[in-house]
């Protein structure tokens, strides 16, 4: 029984327990289940309120957005109208000019047609004047044929002699301009021949003077150079031939003279005393003797040098010599031995252009100034000695009668001749190249002016280019194209005729119209 009983007391309190933990979850589910509910019910409340406050923002923005796309309508629309009513404004102003251009063209035409008959009542009486004339024509032929006593057909056959006389001299004249453009061909070529040869001969040039000035370590050594009583200074005058002049100069002495030769004898002597330091007459002429001697070997070397250099060979020593003597020379402050060897150098490229001996015209352009290095005592001019110089140590004739007909003292007997001139010309031409006092330059510039401005319709002249070229500006109405280029020779003429000048210069007559206009 009590087994029985146990277990049935232990399932009761079992139940109790299951159903009292049933009970207490029922009531703790319940009160979650009222607590979300309550939460659930301010959630809605709050999203209620949100959404009202979201949904007045939104509608206010609209308000706002709606407001400002209608005051850009309006502005836009009111744009608009302003426009419309410019064009509008526009619009009626071109009508009103239309207008009045159609009340013009109306009045041009009727205008016109009055013209157009009074031409016609013109045409109509020219018209009879012309019958008229016809008719008076032909009484005054039928009575000069009944005073002439000659017929038409005698006159017409005296025209057509007129008319073949006329024919001749335009035939003349048309020769003339073919010889004419012959010689300007001929000039152009020959000027593109001496471009090419100045072009690619570009030497350099300078100046002689007549003194030299040697420079001193210091003043006392002036002292010992006078010596006492002068006696040393006299001394190496007398050697020398050269003036020595010992002035204020600081640490210099200058040695005038206008042999150049003796000058360098001079110079190059003065400096050995100094560097030796024993200066006395006696050992001044030995050192001067010595520098002599020394200095003619150099002008041997120089010569050689100078024949190496043209591309030459096979001259005469005395030849040699005298070549070798012209780097001591001068013409117009040009070294005459650069000059010679530019012009030798001009001369062979224009003879190899024109397919002449270059060998020949170097020689002839190198010693073309040879006869400058005689003694002064020999007399006679330069060309004329250089030329018999050259046939005493037996230079090719060519290269001879060049050296005689530079400066036209004898004919010229081969083209070379006139190659030579024209280098010689060209060299001597260059600017820079030989010196010239600035008041006769300046005088000579003035001359040229002044001589192409006294010609009739020339209104200004301008020298440029150191005197080469001479600008002339002449009046249009006065002087036409042909009369302009006549205009050009005419000055060139007076210029060649009444001045004195290196080189060649060129005669630029320009005419030109200019129109000017304002715009207002």
């Known amino acids: 029984m009590d087994l029985i009983i146990i277990p049935i007391v232990v399932a009761i309190i079992a139940g109790l327990a299951f159903y009292g933990g049933w009970f207490l979850n029922s009531r703790s589910g319940q009160n979650k289940i009222d607590s979300a ?38 502005a836009e629309a009111q744009s608009k109208r302003n426009k419309l009513q410019t064009f509008e404004k526009q619009l009626i102003s071109r009508e009103e000019n239309v207008d009045r251009k159609l009340d013009l063209l109306s009045k041009k035409e009727s205008s016109l047609q009055t013209v157009d008959k009074e031409i016609g009542e013109r045409r109509r009486k020219i018209e009879e004047k012309e019958k008229e004339l016809e008719k008076l024509v032909e009484e005054e032929n039928i009575r000069l044929e009944r005073i002439s006593g000659v017929s038409r057909d005698e006159a017409k056959k005296g025209l057509i002699e007129n008319l073949i006389e006329t024919v001749k001299t335009e035939s003349a004249q048309m020769l003339k301009d073919l010889r004419d453009r012959a010689k300007e061909e001929a000039r152009k070529e020959a000027q593109k021949v001496i471009v090419q040869a100045i072009q690619r001969t570009a030497a350099d040039h300078t100046v002689e003077t007549t003194v030299s000035v040697l420079n001193l370590e210091s003043d006392e050594m002036k002292g010992r150079i006078i010596g006492r009583e002068g006696r040393n200074i006299r001394a190496f005058e007398a050697a020398t031939g050269v003036d020595v002049i010992v002035d204020d100069t600081p640490e210099a002495v200058i040695l005038s003279g206008f042999d150049p030769f003796r000058r360098e004898v001079a110079r190059v002597a003065l400096e ?66 650069q000059h010679s060897i530019e012009v030798a150098f001009l001369t062979g490229i224009m003879a190899s252009e024109l397919r002449l001996d270059a060998s020949l015209a170097k020689r002839g352009g190198l010693l073309h100034d040879i006869g400058k290095t005689i003694d002064r005592s020999v007399e006679g001019p330069h060309a004329l000695l250089g030329f018999e110089l050259c046939k005493k140590f037996n230079e090719h004739p060519i290269v001879a009668n060049a050296v005689g007909a530079h400066h036209e003292d004898i004919p010229m007997d081969h083209p070379i001749a006139a190659l030579v001139q024209a280098a010689d010309a060209i060299s001597g031409a260059r600017p ?36 080469r070229e001479v600008r002339v500006i002449c009046n249009h109405d006065l002087l036409d194209d042909a009369a302009a280029d006549q205009l050009s020779h005419d000055i060139a003429n007076k210029i060649q005729q009444e001045m004195e000048y290196p080189g060649q210069i060129k005669i630029t007559v320009i005419r030109e119209v200019r129109s000017v206009a304002y715009a207002k």
């Open 272 to 337: 050995r005393l100094i560097a030796d330091g024993r200066i006395h007459p006696a050992r001044i002429e030995e050192v001067v003797e010595k520098v002599k001697h020394e200095l003619e070997e150099e002008v041997i070397r120089t010569g050689e040098n100078a024949l190496l250099e043209v591309g030459l060979h096979g001259a005469h020593a005395e030849i040699v010599k005298h070549i070798g003597r012209m780097k001591y020379r001068s013409s117009y402050g040009q070294n005459l031995l």
């Open 432 to 467: 820079g190249a030989r010196r010239e006092s600035v008041e006769g330059y300046v005088k000579r510039l003035e001359k040229l002016e002044s001589l192409a401005k006294s010609f009739n319709g020339v209104v200004n002249t301008y020298a440029i280019q150191a005197g």
């Open 37 to 74: 509910q309550e939460r659930a019910k301010r959630i809605l409340e709050e999203a209620e309120k949100d959404a009202n406050t979201l949904k007045k923002e939104k509608v206010l923005e609209a308000k706002d957005e709606w407001y400002r796309k209608k005051k850009e309508f309006e």
